[in-house]
C-alpha cells in the first residue's frame, strides 16, 4: 500500500500553461506539505496545510495555489508556468516529527 | 534564512571503506532528521537526533548530534553499493514542525 502518492509522475508542458499536481496519503495524518527540490537537489518547503488549514506558506509566487479538500489531500495548482519552475516538486505528510514523502512529480516547462 | 550546510557535497568511495559525512548550522536547534534519497524517490527518514550529544546507530551507520546542538555527523562502517544516495540533514525550529533541509550529500558507493 502506498503511503503517500502524487499524480502524475512526470510533467512536460509549455511555459505560461496551468497545470495540477495531486497528492493522497493513506496514513491518517493531519498536516501535509508540498517541496520543491530543484537541480542542485536543494529541497525547500513551499506550503504546509494542517487539517485542511494553511499553516506555512514560505515565500512561493502566487501563482502556486495550493488546495486541500480534506485532510488526506493537498493538491498543489501552478498557474502561468515558467521556465524556472522546472522541478521535483514532492508532498509529504506528517504526524509529528516524521515526515512520509511522496514519490515527486518530476516539472519540466519548456 | 539560516542555512544547514553539508559536506562534502559528492563522495564517491570504493565498498568496504568507511566514512563521515557533517551537517553544521551556526544556529542551535530543536531537533534534527538525517534523511536518504535514492533516485527518482523521495526523501526516507533515518533517524532523529533530539539531545545534545546524543549517539544513535542503525547497523552500520552512527549518528551524532553535537554538544552544542548545531552540528550533526553520520558516519558509514563498511559502505555498501546499498547506500548510495542523497543524504540530507534537516532540522526543526524551536515551537513548530517546519523542516529546513541541508545542502545535502551524494554518496556514491563503487563495487
Known amino acids: 500500500d502506498t503511503a503517500v502518492s502524487q499524480t502524475p509522475k512526470y510533467l512536460v508542458t509549455q511555459m505560461g500553461n496551468d497545470k495540477s499536481i495531486k497528492c493522497e496519503q493513506n496514513?491518517?495524518?493531519?498536516?501535509m506539505y508540498w517541496y520543491k527540490q530543484d537541480s542542485k537537489k536543494f529541497l525547500k518547503i513551499m506550503f504546509s496545510y494542517n487539517n485542511k488549514e494553511l499553516i506555512i506558506n514560505e515565500t512561493v509566487p502566487n501563482r502556486f495555489s495550493p488546495k486541500s479538500p480534506d485532510k488526506a489531500h493537498l493538491n498543489l495548482h501552478i498557474n502561468s508556468l515558467e521556465l524556472g519552475d522546472s522541478a521535483v516538486y514532492f508532498c509529504?505528510?506528517?504526524?509529528?516529527?516524521?515526515?512520509?514523502f511522496g514519490p515527486g512529480t518530476r516539472l519540466t516547462v519548456l | 534564512t539560516q542555512l544547514l550546510e553539508q559536506s562534502p557535497q559528492f563522495l564517491s568511495i570504493q565498498e568496504g571503506e568507511n566514512l563521515t559525512v557533517y551537517c553544521n548550522s551556526s544556529s542551535v536547534f530543536s531537533s534534527l532528521q538525517w534523511y536518504r534519497q535514492e533516485p527518482g524517490e523521495g526523501p526516507v527518514l533515518l533517524v532523529t537526533v533530539v539531545t545534545g550529544g546524543e549517539v544513535k546507530k542503525l547497523k552500520r551507520l552512527t549518528f551524532q548530534f553535537g554538544d552544542a546542538r548545531k552540528d550533526s555527523s553520520l558516519h558509514i562502517t563498511a559502505a555498501q553499493p546499498g547506500d548510495t544516495g542523497l543524504y540530507l540533514c534537516a532540522r526543526a525550529n524551536f515551537g513548530n514542525e517546519k523542516l529546513t533541509f541541508g545542502t545535502g550529500t551524494r554518496l556514491t558507493i563503487i563495487p
Open positions: 496514513l491518517g495524518h493531519d498536516t
Open positions: 509529504a505528510s506528517s504526524q509529528g516529527r516524521e515526515q512520509f
